[in-house]
């Protein structure tokens, strides 16, 4: 079985800010493997584990420096990477973004499609359900616990009502939760090995899409401004220095609340 | 300018997100209609004219009977594509978000999400977004119709205007893959266990604590403090308390005087349903969590070590 897992490559928590020239998300600086797709890396490995053979590719559209989460996936287990690296590609809205990813994941064939549950970077928690919709494929969200046989897939998941269960036949698209696995560490040996496994990196051109799908052009929506949210209040962060509880009993005790 | 709105239900309701985004999309103008779409549901979409809806719209199929998005994407591609919606609304949630995002790619029509606002500026709908931890606001726009938005949870109160709705059938068709999901138990949680919704105080775990066992120190805290205690989703998934104490998106909306979150991120699943607390106190041990960048009192700490002090600092406080 072939399962693909789509993963991004997101700013650093601590520098996340917006480029107030081009109103995108300013992706400068190092970056990591967005947390949340850590989950479906694993649960491609333990999937894997459970059947005895497969592969895992992993699919990423962003800029270069993504190859890093990739090769962290690997290095996690998966078996080969792809990268979808383009010029015309960055600033992809939703539709825009599926529109290649999609394309990509056409290539790869593959039997399951992973997704994490969200972006960190985003917010978004939206992406399956329109490669989904692209690769005409049935498609499970949310999922907290999957189980895969060789020709269907199984996923329990929350909603807001409690726990359903759905059941659809392969191939499939599937959005995990992060309540569904804790993720391996990559070992050192994973490190060593994941600089020999396949990284392949392709362009727009190469998958066949046509620069007006992607990127600005292949975009429907836009960022029109930018503002500072209404102030919540000011806010007090203390590190812990064995008196953190002692300083949180006063605060409470000022505002009435103990 | 004409707007369609998604309208969720669950046992025979409409649900009050979708009935608030309605309500907006009334007080937005134009001519606003619903859209109902199940087995069985004519009852249903009536409740929807005293919102706002001058037309209601029922796909009624029993390939619609499970809530499952993919179906819905058929329906909806078909009476948009059909009658030319400018907007077409959802209110936020497991279900609604599957449908606007599929519903996305089968129209190439744009979809904005997390909204916590709209307006209408020079003619044009915008849409307010907050993003990176809502340490920013987002002015949102759509360069084609429709132009899809999901609105963030509890965002828009349901406003009753007193009109009534005419209801048109619609018919459905569906793609194959649509309807090769499908749903093997819809299972509901159960309505017992305390009530985390009018308690004055919570005190609230997440997967920071580490393990069910250390949930204790939760209860002790909030025993201490005479308040509740509440989970996040993900050590409700993963088996640690209960689904009835869930604070968060797919679970309870509260607003407390004082809220404690011990060991939670504040991922916005967590976030939309305790944003609205009095006080927010959070104590976690990594300094980039985004909770901090949304509480009042932040504690950089090991949860472990600083929840049983403050338990006992609370206890001799008020034994004294």
């Known amino acids: 079985m072939r399962v693909a897992v789509c993963v991004k490559h997101v700013p650093d928590t601590a520098a996340r800010r917006i ?19 850590a989950n479906a890396i694993e649960e491609a490995l333990r999937i894997k584990d ?15 420096r993504a190859l890093d989460s990739l090769r962290k996936a690997l290095a996690m287990g998966a078996d080969r990477a792809l990268l979808v690296s383009d010029e015309a590609a960055a600033g992809s809205d939703l539709v825009a973004t599926s529109h290649v990813l999609a394309a990509a994941l056409e290539r790869e064939n593959a039997d399951l499609v992973l997704f994490g549950q969200q972006a960190s970077d985003g917010d978004g928690a939206v992406l399956w359900a329109a490669v989904a919709d692209r690769l005409r494929r049935p498609l499970i969200s949310q999922v907290a616990e999957l189980t895969v046989s060789a020709t269907t897939v199984r996923g329990k998941r929350q909603t807001e009502f409690g726990y359903d269960v759905i059941e659809a036949s392969l191939p499939a698209v599937v959005a995990v939760s992060d309540a569904i696995n804790e993720p391996r560490y990559p070992s050192l040996k994973g490190i060593m090995g994941a600089k020999k496994k396949q990284q392949d990196v392709v362009s727009l051109a190469d998958l066949g899409v046509e620069p007006s799908h992607a990127g600005e052009a292949g975009s429907r929506t836009t960022v029109i401004a930018l503002s500072e949210p209404p102030p919540r209040g000011d806010s007090i962060k203390v590190e812990d220095d064995g008196n953190a509880a002692e300083k949180l009993v006063e605060f409470l005790a000022e505002n009435k609340l103990v | 300018m004409t707007t369609l709105v998604f309208l969720e239900h669950h046992e025979g309701e409409l649900l009050k997100g979708s009935l608030g985004v309605l309500s907006k999309a009334a007080q937005l103008g134009g001519d606003v209609a619903g859209v109902v779409l199940g087995a069985g549901v004519g009852e249903v979409a ?28 058929d329906g909806l591609a078909a009476l948009i594509r059909d009658r030319g919606f400018d907007n077409v609304l959802f209110a936020q949630s497991v279900l609604a978000a599957d449908v606007a995002a599929g519903l996305a790619a089968r ?9 916590v606002d709209l307006e209408i500026a020079d ?43 005419s209801i048109e059938q619609v018919d459905a068709s569906f793609e194959d893959f649509s309807t090769t999901a499908k749903m093997i138990e819809q299972a509901h949680a159960e309505a017992e266990g305390v009530s985390i919704e009018d308690a004055d105080v919570i005190v609230a775990g997440g997967r920071g604590l580490g393990g069910p066992e250390n949930f204790t120190l939760v209860e002790e805290l909030a025993k201490a403090l005479g308040g509740a205690v509440a989970a996040t989703r993900a050590v409700v998934d993963a088996g640690w308390y209960p689904y009835s104490t869930q604070v968060g998106q797919t679970g309870k909306t509260v607003s407390p005087k004082l809220y404690i979150a011990c ?23 990594d300094p980039n969590a985004p909770i901090f960048e949304f509480c009042d009192f932040g504690v950089v700490g090991d949860v472990h070590a600083v929840v049983p002090k403050l338990t006992e600092l609370v206890r001799s406080r008020k034994g004294g």
């Open chain 2, 263 to 285: 060991g939670i991120s504040g991922a916005i699943q967590h976030k939309v349903g305790m944003q609205g607390s009095g006080t927010i106190v959070a104590i976690n041990k």
């Open chain 1, 19 to 37: 480029d107030q020239a081009t109103k995108r998300l300013d992706r400068a600086g190092e970056g990591a493997l967005n947390s949340f797709d």
């Open chain 2, 46 to 73: 009536s409740q929807a004219g005293p919102y706002g809806a001058q037309t209601v719209y029922v796909v009624d199929h029993e390939s619609l009977k499970a809530p499952l998005p993919q179906p819905r994407v």
């Open chain 1, 50 to 64: 459970a059947q005895g053979e497969g592969e895992i590719v992993v699919v990423s559209l962003g800029p270069q």
């Open chain 2, 123 to 165: 003619g044009e709908l915008v849409g307010k977004r907050p993003a990176i931890a809502d340490s920013v606001v987002v002015d949102v726009g759509w360069t084609t119709t429709p132009r899809l938005a999901l609105v963030r949870t509890g965002t828009f109160e349901p406003v009753e205007s007193g009109g009534s709705a």
């Open chain 2, 107 to 115: 129209l190439d029509a744009g979809l904005n999400w997390d909204l």
